[in-house]
């Protein structure tokens, strides 16, 4: 994976944590 890949990858994980 590329770091925008992992990025956008524990972004996205974060949100979903978040929003719960």
Known sequence: M???NI???FAS???IC???
């Open 2 to 4: 590329t770091w925008l």
């Open 7 to 9: 990025n956008t990858h």
């Open 13 to 15: 994980r974060y949100l």
């Open 18 to 20: 978040a929003s719960k």
